[in-house]
Each structure stands twice: as C-alpha cells, then as structure tokens.
C-alpha cells in the first residue's frame, strides 16, 4: 500500500490523472502526452490475486510516432538512461531501449520497488512530455530529423 500511495503522489505531483479500469483484473494508470497532446502511452498497474499489484510502462503508442512526431532523441535518450540506472527498473529501461518501445514487458512487481525508485520511474516521464509537468500542453521536443 505505501507504493501505491507513492504511485498517486507523485501523479498528482505530475499532474498526471488516475484513470480506473473495468476490466475483471483491478488495473489503472496515468496515460502519457507529449507537449503537443500526442499520446506517448501509459504508466499502469496492474493487480493479479496471488501475484500481487505489478507496474508496466507501455510506451507503444510512442513507438507508431512519425519522424516528425517523435520526442527529440535526446530527451529519449535521457529517459532510457534514468530507467536504466534506477534499481528495480533497469531491465524496463533496457528492454524499452532495445525494442525500440515495441513492447510493454517486463512488469515489475510494486511492493518489490523501493519508493524513490517508483518515484524516479514516474518523474522520468517528463522527459518525454517537455516542459509541463502534466499531460499535454507544454512546449515540445524536436523530431528525429531536426537533431
């Protein structure tokens, strides 16, 4: 509970709202825009009886971006080294980088995370939206050509 409690923080902190789902598994999430108000995808979780709450970054709405659309490559860059180097999501980071953002996998258990580690995960999302601290309005990156 204290993750989760963590997980609404730090959305709230992001300004990025927590939407339910209905689905026969408990599940939510804090979808991810850009500047320009492009889907970039979601920060869910995911509750399974047995296996516990479990956090997944699915970024593939990202990955069907046109060149043009697409967050400047340093700020992806910046985002897959902070997953990368956080403990507890190094393999979400590494496995987004080699996909190149084609797969939501692994989920990484919650209760498992260290708080900061959540927290870091969620504040690297910024990265990728631009300057708002929220969803959608702030000035955006460069694409992939203008780099």
């Given at each position: 509970m ?17 939407q ?9 999430g ?10 970039l ?13 479990s ?5 593939i ?23 990368s ?63």
């Open positions: 204290p993750n989760f409690l963590a997980f609404m923080d730090e959305a709230a902190t992001l300004e990025l709202e927590f339910g789902s209905r689905a026969v598994s408990a599940s939510g804090l979808k991810i825009y850009d500047a320009q108000g492009r889907r995808g979601t920060v869910s979780l995911f509750h399974f009886s047995g296996q516990g709450t956090i997944e970054f699915n970024l709405p990202m990955s069907r971006l046109s060149d043009e659309d697409w967050p400047a490559e340093t700020a992806v860059e910046s985002f897959l080294n902070e997953l180097n956080t403990p507890g999501l190094t393999e979400i980071g590494e496995n987004l980088r080699y996909s190149h953002f084609t797969t939501r996998r692994p989920n990484v258990s919650l209760v498992a995370l260290e708080e900061d580690s959540l927290r870091r995960g969620l504040r690297a999302t910024r990265l990728l939206r631009g300057n708002r601290s929220g969803s959608g309005t702030s000035s955006g990156g460069e694409s992939r050509d203008q780099e």
